[in-house]
C-alpha cells in the first residue's frame, strides 16, 4: 500500500520582525543624517554669526571714529572761533599804530608852529580815516537827507523853508560797520514853518 503522501507544508520562512530592526536601522539612519545636516548647517550658522559679528565690530569702529572726528571739529571751531574773537582787532590796532606814533611826533615836537601842528593833525586824520577804511568803519555823514531813523538820531526840530524831515545840520557824525549802525549820526531835522 502506498503511503498516503501528507502535502507538505509549504515552507515556512522565518519572519523578521522588520519594525523592530529597521527601526533602530532607520533611527540611526535619521539620526545620522540630522547630524550631518546640524553639521552642515552649524559651521553656516557659525560662520554667519561670526561674519555678523565682524561686521558689528567694523561698524561700531567706523561710528567711534565718526564721533571722535566730529567732535575734534567741534573743538577746532571753537578754538577758532575763541582765537577770532580774541584778535579780531588785530588788523585794526596794527592800522592805529601810526596814528598813535604820529600824534606822539606832534606832541613832542618843541618848537612847532600853528602851521606845522595844523599839517601834522591833518595827515593823522589821514592815517585814521585810512585805518577806518581798511576796517569797514563808514562814517554816516546825512547833511541835507532825509531823516532816517536807522542811521540818525534828531535832537530836534528847527522851522525851515524845505521839506520837512530833512537833515539840516549835523551835530555829530555817525557811524557804522559793515553797513551795521554802531553810533547813530546826532542830527538837527527840518520842521514845516508854522504860518
Known amino acids: 500500500m502506498q503511503e498516503k503522501q501528507t502535502p507538505e507544508a509549504p515552507e515556512q520562512t522565518p519572519v523578521i520582525d522588520v519594525n523592530a530592526t529597521d527601526t533602530d536601522a532607520t533611527e540611526n539612519t535619521i539620526e545620522a543624517a540630522q547630524d550631518t545636516a546640524q553639521a552642515d548647517v552649524m559651521p553656516s550658522l557659525e560662520e554667519t554669526l561670526r561674519q555678523a ?3 558689528a565690530s567694523e561698524h561700531h569702529d567706523a561710528w567711534l571714529r565718526a564721533k571722535a572726528e566730529t567732535e575734534n571739529v567741534r573743538r577746532r571751531a571753537q578754538e577758532d572761533i575763541g582765537k577770532a574773537s580774541k584778535f579780531a582787532a588785530e588788523k ?8 598813535k606814533d604820529s600824534l ?6 618843541e618848537n612847532s608852529t600853528v602851521e606845522n601842528l595844523r599839517n ?11 585805518a577806518f577804511d581798511g576796517a569797514g568803519l563808514a562814517v554816516i555823514d546825512p547833511m ?6 536807522n542811521l540818525h538820531q534828531a535832537i530836534s526840530a528847527q522851522p525851515d523853508d524845505g521839506e520837512p524831515n530833512r537833515v539840516i545840520n549835523v551835530l555829530q557824525r555817525g557811524y557804522s560797520l559793515h ?4 553810533r ?12
Do not use: N, Y
Not at 585794526?92 to 596814528?99: D, G, K, N, S, W
Not at 553797513?179 to 554802531?182: F, N, S, Y
Open 53 to 55: 559679528e565682524l561686521k
Open 184 to 195: 547813530p549820526a546826532l542830527v538837527i531835522v527840518s520842521a514845516p514853518k508854522a504860518g
Open 179 to 182: 553797513e551795521r549802525v554802531i
Open 104 to 109: 606822539e611826533a606832534a606832541l613832542a615836537a
Open 144 to 149: 541835507g537827507e532825509k531823516f532816517d531813523p
Open 120 to 130: 601834522g593833525v591833518e595827515l593823522t586824520l589821514k592815517q585814521l580815516t585810512a
Open 92 to 99: 585794526f590796532a596794527q592800522a592805529m599804530l601810526p596814528v
